[in-house]
């Protein structure tokens, strides 16, 4: 059997790594720098995410609720494709995946579980870890709801951009669900995080640092 020739795959990939490039080094389309809106955001949702999926991995894995289940495994296959497009992000732009590290209150303020509480979704009552697991992550979805409101309303890379409203939309949507199974359970929502309608830190403009990473 006479092979295949190979010119449509090598093409396809030199068609790839060129607009790669291009995405890169066209004019004002350079990497972005070590201390821009961009690295910075991209970092910390990353983080973000990390403790998203590892929250709904463990209350998918106990939960008997259908809807609720649902809701995990559309967070874990969301989350994990968005971290891996912004790793990927990162790769392009020459910049390490992590920063320097974050501390208990910055990741407080950003709505995110202490290690406890994270720990407490394996060990609770499957009902009680139900309403944990809602009321935990509903209180981190508003966190990424503060982390995208730079991003959205100041200049920042179009496809970043096009993350953060993606995730507003998600989230947004999410947190209504999560509501609405806290509603049926006879129970209230966490406070919203502190002063997740202004957090320190979150200015992410150009002189802004690092998002850091655990």
């Known amino acids: 059997m006479t092979p295949r020739p190979r010119w449509p795959a090598l093409l396809l990939l030199l068609l790839l790594a060129g607009l790669a490039a291009f995405a890169l080094f066209a004019p004002g389309r350079s990497a ?35 809807t609720l289940r649902s809701l995990a495994l559309d967070i874990i296959l969301s989350q994990q494709e968005q971290i891996g497009q912004m790793r990927g992000w990162l790769t392009l732009w020459n910049r390490p995946w992590a920063g320097a590290g974050m501390d208990a209150e910055h990741a407080r303020m950003m709505g995110m579980a202490t290690p406890t509480e994270v720990a407490s979704l394996d060990t609770l009552p499957e009902a009680r870890a139900e309403v944990t697991f809602l009321q935990l992550m509903r209180r981190h979805h508003q966190g990424a709801l503060a982390m995208v409101r730079p991003v959205l309303d100041q200049p920042a890379r179009p496809e970043v951009q096009a993350l953060a409203r993606q995730i507003n939309a998600t989230q947004s949507a999410e947190i209504r669900v999560m509501d609405s199974l806290l509603k049926q359970r006879g129970a209230s929502p966490l406070p919203t995080p502190g002063g997740a309608d202004q957090m320190p830190g979150m200015d992410m403009g150009s002189d802004s640092h690092d998002m850091p990473m655990h």
């Open 32 to 66: 972005p720098a070590e201390t821009s809106r961009e690295v910075t955001f991209v970092r910390g949702m990353i983080q973000h995410h990390a403790q998203a999926v590892d929250m709904a991995t463990r209350i998918r894995d106990r939960s008997r609720d259908r």
